[in-house]
């Protein structure tokens, strides 16, 4: 039996996993839990052999950043990042983090036991890109990950000087990404552009 | 020509030399007398100049003696056989003279004011100027107020009185304008904007020297000023609008949070909604009506949260202390509060981590299986000591990870995390904390 642990702040969102699991005889689910701080906590001592975490989760607590303790200290847990936000580098930072799995709550057309059911034989399964969420004029493929960095930084109250200094070019070479965002997603003020960014997800900040 | 033979040629033409040479300085030192400090001239010194004047008269004698053919000997001759070598020593000495004259004259001028060393001081000053008595009659003007008058007026500056009777009346060369800067502009301030684009402000005084009352005309460039001053007026008209646009957005601030909140909770409405609707698809494919009856279960509570929407907000600090503590429970360790927190402090995030963090390190490195938490308060903090019934660390205690990250989160809130080992291993947390009278 697949002992199952969900880590999502949202009851709607525990019910509804807890649903599509049930439809499976393998999985048994031993607990719920709202915030991934306390994931680790719980596998300290509880065989958990799989871990269905939310990214972004309750006490602001990241699901990733967890998700890369738990595989540390304990490396036969497996887990699968669930998630409805369309952010763009979560697919990226699941890996890195060494997660087995990502799933997309309301995008994709992967199910969830499917991926359950890969994952637990052994296999990695990710979605081959991020869900196409329009910004503006553009939608999210036509944003390269260096105009997805620098519309974080944006998003986090830094000035062009400050982004050239973290990313090691010239505060004119950020000024022409900033123009080139503007320009694809056709806002003319540059907070607005950021907020549309924000407001579709696709950015996601304050995470722990 | 017989007494040209008694002089060789070179000499005779050094002699001629000398003599013009000596005819010219010996002038000039009459014309260029001395002049003493209030511009008076002094007569060079008598007895010299009376010498310098003999001995030229006499030179010029012996140079016609010899060029006219007469002799130099006998009754005829000019100065009575005086040998001519004693005329070139006297050529020589009226030549002396001259030129100490003139360097004595010169090192004057160096040395002390004069008329021309004023006027050629003047001249280089950067400012325009121009000094005139009651009639308007120039004193003393320098080539700038000359140009300035001339590219202003159309022609040379005459009488001062005239020049400002047609600046005034207008009566100015072509693409000479006369600007007013200021609201109430002072008569005795102009300002002119030149056919080459500079700005430049005259302005008129009356100077007493001497007891003696003069008109003094001052021209400057203010071109760069003028262009300052532009600029500030337009800074100051943006910085105007971008003060209104201020004070409309601050104006909107309440509305724009009220509509924030109000957008959030449509957020949640709407993921809660459609995880809801999910959720419901699924257990109507399933066809379980336990399942069905979950759901609708699930819907009412959500129903009744959606009503309730403020309490769910409030609710949520206690809610994850639970779950901390219920974590606890399920991996084996109880925990007990010996005193109840302030409400202020219990639902800080940084508490929370904190206790997580005690709890995780009395589990896995103490084996503890009890932890106790309890607070005091000490002054203007509170002093939250967390300890547990676990093994005591053999080899000291460092912070690390997880306690290193949460130890600098506190330190930035102004606090204080630290390790006590006694009966029991305690960390001890200090947070600021304002009491609830005290806040109001």
């Known amino acids: 039996m697949i002992r199952v642990l969900i880590v999502d702040d949202s009851r709607q969102s525990q019910f509804f996993l807890k649903t599509m699991l049930a439809q499976s005889t393998e999985c048994t689910i031993v607990d719920t839990i709202a915030s991934a701080a306390n994931a680790e906590l719980y596998c300290l001592g509880n065989r958990i052999d799989l871990i269905l975490m939310d990214i972004c989760t309750a006490d602001n607590a990241s699901g990733l950043a967890a998700a890369e303790k738990i595989k540390k200290n304990y490396p036969g847990v497996k887990i699968v990042m669930v998630t409805s936000m369309p952010e763009y580098s979560f697919i990226g930072q699941a890996k890195c983090a060494g997660c087995e799995g990502f799933w997309y709550k309301e995008y994709g057309d992967t199910e969830l036991l499917d991926v359950v059911q890969r994952v637990m034989s052994g296999e990695k399964c990710y979605p081959e890109e ?9 939608n999210s493929k036509d944003f390269s990950d260096r105009e997805y960095e620098i519309v974080r930084m944006l998003a986090d109250g830094l ?42 997800k696709l950015i996601i900040n304050n995470l722990q | 020509m017989s007494s040209m033979r008694l002089v060789p040629y070179p000499v005779l033409v050094g002699m001629v030399v000398a003599a013009i040479l000596a005819l010219v300085f010996f002038s000039a030192s009459l014309v260029l007398r001395l002049e003493d400090e209030k511009g008076r001239r002094k007569p060079a ?53 001259a030129v100490w004259s003139m360097a004595r004259e010169i090192r004057y001028r160096q040395t002390h004011f ?40 159309g022609h040379t500056l005459s009488n001062v009185f005239s020049f400002l ?21 002072d008569e005795d301030i102009y300002t002119f904007r030149m056919q080459d684009g500079r700005v430049l402000q005259l302005t008129r005084d009356l100077v007493t ?26 800074t100051n008209a943006a910085l105007l609008t971008q003060r209104k646009e201020m004070r409309s957005l601050a104006d909107r601030l309440i509305q724009s949070n009220h509509e924030e909140e109000l957008l959030n909770y449509k957020i949640q409405v709407h993921n809660d909604v459609g995880q809801m609707i999910m959720t419901a698809d699924q257990a109507l494919k399933s066809g379980s009506m336990q399942e069905m009856q979950e759901c609708a279960t699930q819907w009412i509570s959500l129903v009744e949260r959606f009503t309730n929407m403020e309490d769910e907000k409030n609710r949520g600090s206690s809610e994850l202390l639970e779950e901390i503590i219920k974590v606890a429970e399920q991996i084996g360790c109880k925990v007990f509060f010996r005193t109840d927190l302030p409400e202020q402090i219990a639902t800080q995030s940084v508490v929370r981590q904190a206790i997580r963090e005690a709890i995780v390190n009395a589990v896995k490195h103490g084996r503890a299986n009890e932890v106790t938490i309890a607070h005091r308060q000490v002054g203007r903090m509170i002093e939250i000591t967390i300890s547990n019934n676990g093994m005591l660390p053999a080899k000291g205690f460092s912070m690390k990870g997880g306690l290193k990250n949460l130890y600098e989160s506190i330190r930035g809130d102004g606090g204080d995390l630290r390790a006590e080992t006694g009966e029991r291993f305690a960390l001890v947390l200090t947070l600021p904390y304002m009491a609830r009278e005290e806040r109001k």
């Open chain 2, 45 to 97: 010194p008598f007895l010299p100049l009376i010498f310098a004047l003999a001995l030229t008269m006499s030179e010029m004698a012996f140079l016609r003696t010899i060029f006219l053919g007469m002799t130099l000997s006998g009754s005829g001759a000019f100065f009575q056989e005086v040998p001519w070598s004693i005329h070139i020593v006297l050529l020589l000495i009226m030549l002396g003279t």
């Open chain 1, 159 to 200: 000035n062009r000087q400050e982004i050239a200094d973290k990313l090691g070019i010239s505060a004119r070479t950020v000024r022409f990404y900033i123009e080139e965002l503007k320009t694809k997603t056709g806002h003319e003020d540059t907070m607005k552009m950021v907020a549309a960014f924000v407001e579709q």
């Open chain 2, 114 to 153: 004069v008329r021309s060393s004023i006027k050629e001081a003047v001249d280089t000053m950067p400012v325009g100027l121009c000094f005139a008595d009651q009639e308007g009659r120039q004193v003393l003007t320098n080539q700038s107020m000359i140009r300035f008058a001339e590219q202003l007026t």
């Open chain 2, 165 to 185: 009777r047609e600046i005034k009346e207008d009566r100015l060369a072509e693409n000479c304008i006369r600007m007013d800067l200021f609201e109430n502009e």
């Open chain 2, 209 to 234: 020297v001497a007891e003696e009352e003069y008109v003094q005309l001052v021209v400057t460039d203010i071109t760069m000023q003028h262009d300052f001053y532009d600029d500030l007026t337009k």
């Open chain 1, 130 to 138: 991020a869900p196409v969420i329009p910004v503006g004029l553009a």
